[in-house]
């Protein structure tokens, strides 16, 4: 699996058990709104910084 792959997954996980919920359900989210390869390739910012700035940029997509 890709390091990429791997972090989204990761990141994914960590978000949805911040939001209460589980990671289908924000991958639902993210697809019905065409976002996820967005989120996806913001790995090389994303792996770098802390997790909770991502949560931050993710819950401002998914307003």
């Keep these: 699996m890709a390091k990429e792959m791997e972090f989204f997954s990761f990141l994914m996980e960590q978000y949805a058990a911040y939001k209460g919920t589980t990671a289908n359900k924000i991958l639902a989210r993210l697809e019905e709104k065409n976002l ?6 913001m790995y090389e910012r994303y792996h770098t910084e802390a997790l909770e700035n991502a949560f931050d940029d993710i819950d401002k997509l998914l307003i």
Excluded: I, M
């Design 36 to 41: 996820t390869d967005f989120v996806y390739n």
